[in-house]
């Protein structure tokens, strides 16, 4: 009989077929999935921000407000409706991004994008310096010789590329003479860098290929287990 | 034979689609069963969850989205797998959205279906919160106070498990699912690096090749990238799923790729110097 994970699995199925259709050329089934997908992605997220965001994080507490407290009980009322109240400044600082729907106070969501990008740039300079700059910097101050052939050779090959492609980003003087050679051979280990990154993405697509061929040929059709 | 290089090089890009194609589905219908061995960023992974004592509580973070079920799917079951064998306490958040069903139904799937853990006791979903880096940084100074509710509306301060978990000091490693940002880097910066917890990370291919350094820096305890890495730790757990059965179809259509790009070379090459002839 049709189940709702039966009806599921056939739409799924026909959607990754009218997606997979533009592989022969752009056509209206694609279209329609395209358009399908980008309207209930809206949706979705428009739905999971105000029930994941907006309701328990400032509509509930500001609902649960009770003035009766405050005389009943003054120094706790205050501070529960203080928790409450100070909400009203983020919820201020929200409204203020609409602002840029209007011509004459797209200026005042300036003042909320300041809040934002100071708050994310400070959490991140934190991040990067002790994360990234310093253990990363450390990482590779390494032996050149460390009394076996091979990682003495890795130690060697990882101080070389760094050096190297560091002498190619080192754009103050010229790249000629022994800095031209230097930067030429940090091409290369960045050729290979982009290289080995470009083959992990094409691994990845194809995984996602076969993601969508295992769903057809294993949930759809039922032909493999 | 020029004009045959010259067909090679226009050839229309949807034969090789069915190439491709052809080649990713056969192997699925007639497995190959292609050999393969563990590599050490795998094996490390494995080790150091391996390492773990029993009852100990580790933070499993499902970050990613149904787009990349086909990489981290099979490394998130697996994971799940070898921390309940070990009798580990899983306690489970996400900083994508889309990953608390992920989350749900792989819990549903191998920690009450096959190994029969209870919920709250052994394993609890504390959904997604909004916020990524803030989110990591709040989590750092209490847990409880960044998830107040379990994904299922519990108070998270109520299950035995959240007993004793303040922040990141009350863990003994952190294993993230990584889609993409915020994810396995940002756990990094954010976490590793000021709070000096252990993290094993599973990544889709795409975003591998940046957490290398890290592991040879010691900032990744384990690293599985993509479904070669979920094919790896699948047989180092003794399991196979997509990852494992995917492998031969990835196999075989990256020999076929390599077939490509090589005879376009031949033609690319061949056409160049026959026109340098005929100056």
């Known amino acids: 009989m049709f189940s709702a994970e039966l009806i599921g699995t056939w739409v799924a199925a026909g959607l990754t077929l009218f997606c997979f259709s533009f592989l022969y050329k752009d056509n209206p089934f694609y279209k329609f999935a395209e358009h399908l997908y980008v309207g209930i992605s809206a949706g979705y997220w428009t739905s999971l921000e105000y029930h994941n965001v907006f309701r328990p994080n400032l509509w509930d507490p500001l609902m649960r407000l009770d003035l009766n407290l405050l005389f009943t009980f003054p120094g706790i009322g205050f501070t529960y409706m203080w928790q409450s109240i100070i909400l009203i400044v983020p919820f201020a600082f929200g409204i203020l991004l609409f602002s840029r729907l209007t011509k004459n106070f797209a200026w005042l969501s300036r003042w909320s994008m300041a809040l934002i990008i100071g708050i994310f740039a400070g959490i991140a300079i934190i991040g990067y310096g002790t994360g990234d700059l310093i253990l990363q910097i450390n990482a590779n101050l390494l032996p050149l010789w460390t009394g076996n052939w091979l990682s003495s050779l890795n130690n060697i090959l990882l101080t070389l590329g760094v050096l190297t492609s560091l002498i190619y980003f080192f754009f103050s003087k010229e790249h000629k003479g022994a800095l031209g050679n230097g930067a030429k051979i940090g091409i290369w280990f960045l050729m290979i860098s982009f290289g080995a990154s470009f083959g992990y993405t094409v691994m990845s697509r194809m995984s996602l290929l076969i993601g969508r061929i295992y769903f057809i040929l294993g949930e759809w059709l039922g032909i493999i287990s | ?279």
């Open chain 2, 1 to 279: 034979m020029r004009t045959f290089f010259e067909k090679l090089e226009k050839l229309d890009r949807r034969i090789i689609f069915i190439f491709v194609a052809v080649a990713l589905i056969l192997p699925l219908l007639v497995p190959l069963n292609i050999k393969f061995s563990s590599t050490p960023p795998v094996q490390s992974f494995y080790d150091t969850i391996e390492g773990l004592p029993p009852g100990s509580k580790v933070l499993l973070s499902a970050d990613y989205d149904p787009g990349s079920m086909p990489e981290l799917w099979p490394m998130h079951l697996a994971a799940l797998r070898q921390l309940c064998r070990k009798n580990i306490k899983i306690i489970s958040t996400q900083l994508w959205a889309t990953g608390s069903p992920l989350a749900e139904r792989a819990f549903n799937e191998v920690a009450v279906g096959e190994f029969h853990k209870k919920y709250g006791e052994d394993f609890v979903n504390l959904g997604f919160k909004e916020g990524r880096e803030v989110v990591m940084v709040s989590m750092g100074n209490s847990i409880p106070q960044t998830f107040p509710k379990d994904y299922h509306g519990n108070n998270s301060t109520d299950l035995p498990i959240m007993k004793g978990v303040k922040n990141f000091s009350d863990l003994a490693m952190i294993v993230n699912i990584s889609g993409g940002l915020p994810g396995t880097k940002e756990w990094i910066l954010q976490v590793v690096s000021r709070y000096h917890i252990k993290l094993a990370s599973g990544c889709t291919a795409v975003s591998a090749p940046e957490f290398y350094p890290y592991l040879q820096s010691g900032q990744l305890a384990g690293l599985l990238g993509g479904m070669k890495g979920a094919a790896e730790y699948e047989q180092l757990i003794g399991v196979t799923g997509l990852g494992k059965r995917g492998m031969d179809s990835q196999s075989v259509a990256h020999l076929v790729i390599l077939f490509f790009i090589l005879i376009g070379n031949i033609a690319y090459f061949s056409i160049k110097g026959m026109k340098k002839e005929q100056k």
